[in-house]
């Protein structure tokens, strides 16, 4: 049977974080890291998430691995696709999220839904809120790729896309209008709708009002109230972990990371990619490997490059434009040897470094289990000695997660 529901995620974080919305709304999920070749066959379930690492690429390239993985997902029968995205809209005036939903969506009109109320991700008069402060008021505004200062969506999106952008308000989802409210806009040659949504309730709504729409766009919100309204609930399988140590890799420079991080370091031996110390992308690789080789074992063992905006711009400097980038190409380096050494459990934090590390650890299909935090869910590799992910977005968690995950927490 051919998955009900087919997600391209535009990171890692974002795929794992959707995947778990699925599972919990009763749909067996798999998800896939990378463009899957041609005649790949999906193991039997409802939905399939291709997780790629298309955040930040530049527009062209985004658009062509997410068509891509578009055509495979066709090709193995699925006929409604979900874009994921982040829930913060994280993006540019360039992209990538307009580019690719024009791609994609190939002309119709669809939603544009980044709301995530459980995740305290909400959207009013086409504005998102954080935790109840505007987009552009929130951390977000730092972020070092895609700084959001911007919180009106409709403005955003339409600095992206040629096409026209409309607005589905609050009043009109709540008042059961949303599909006559669609066919109007869709008269007048919208495109793209911005979808408010304050409570998960909305987001039901949103669901059932548009199952006839091919192609949808948004946050894990949405797919989990989509799946919810399409799927046959079933319970969900037991997840067992597998035993043996541990270790954390922290990339993110997220507030929440850093809190995380923080409660980590005061429990666990821990290492710090430090290019102000180390700007020599050699040296700090060998320095850390052979910090790891030392210090490996039973314990949980903490290896990260997450930093405040002080520190970014002290390693910028000294290192230059691709600090980034070596950064993230050093934690996959250090997953790599962590699993040769024996971990059994890899704890990840950071969109950007999950996409190393699953890469580095040539990791491209897992089963998703259950979750340490909501969001937050362990995937599973196959085989006689499986290796089990956690995959955090950087804002997602509780203080404690990097903590309790590492002990092998199943919430």
């Known amino acids: 049977m051919s998955p009900v529901l087919g997600v391209i995620a535009d990171d890692h974080t974002g795929g794992s974080d959707v995947a778990a919305a699925l599972r919990r709304a009763g749909m067996r999920t798999v998800l896939r890291f990378g463009i899957p070749a041609p005649g790949t066959v999906p193991p039997d379930c409802d939905a399939v998430v291709v997780a790629l690492k298309t955040r930040s690429l530049p527009a062209a390239e985004a658009v062509d691995q997410s068509s891509r993985a578009w055509d495979w997902l066709a090709e193995v029968g699925v006929r409604r696709l979900y874009v994921k995205y982040c829930s913060t809209f994280d993006s540019t005036d360039e992209g990538n999220i307009g580019p690719v939903t024009d791609a994609l969506a190939d002309g119709a009109l669809t939603l544009i839904c980044p709301a995530s109320p459980e995740h305290g991700r909400t959207t009013y008069l086409g504005h998102l809120f954080v935790d109840g402060a505007l987009l552009s008021e929130s951390p977000m505004r730092h972020h070092p790729l895609t700084p959001m200062t911007d919180s009106n969506l409709v403005r955003v999106l339409a600095r992206q896309t040629p096409h026209p952008v409309g607005l589905l308000p609050l009043d009109v989802v709540r008042a059961g209008a949303i599909r006559a409210h669609l066919d109007s806009l869709a008269a007048r040659g919208i495109r793209h709708v911005v979808v408010d949504a304050t409570e998960d309730g909305d987001l039901i709504q949103v669901a059932r009002a548009t199952d006839h729409l091919p192609v949808v766009t948004g946050g894990a919100g949405l797919a989990g109230a989509i799946a919810r309204t399409t799927s046959i609930p079933r319970p969900a399988e037991a997840t067992t972990l597998p035993s043996g140590p541990a270790v954390i890799l922290a990339g993110s420079c997220s507030a929440a990371t850093l809190g995380q991080l923080g409660h980590a370091l ?56 691709d600090t980034s980038g070596v950064l993230e190409r050093t934690l996959g380096l250090l997953a790599e040897r962590a699993v040769k050494l024996g971990a059994r459990r890899v704890v990840v934090a950071g969109g950007e470094t999950s996409g190393a590390v699953t890469a580095a650890l040539g990791v491209d299909q897992v089963l998703v289990g259950g979750e340490a935090d909501r969001g937050v869910p362990w995937c599973l590799t196959s085989g006689d000695d499986p290796v089990a992910l956690l995959l955090k977005s950087g804002n997602f968690g509780r203080p404690d997660l990097l903590v309790r995950a590492a002990q092998g927490d199943l919430r």
Do not use: I
């Open 266 to 321: 005061a429990r666990f031996p821990a290492h710090r990619l430090d290019p102000v110390a180390t700007p020599d992308p050699a040296d700090l690789a060998g320095t850390a490997l052979a910090w790891l080789d030392e210090n490996f074992g039973d314990v949980p063992v903490v290896l990260y490059s997450s930093a405040n905006v002080e520190e970014r711009d002290a390693a910028r400097a000294a290192m230059g434009p």
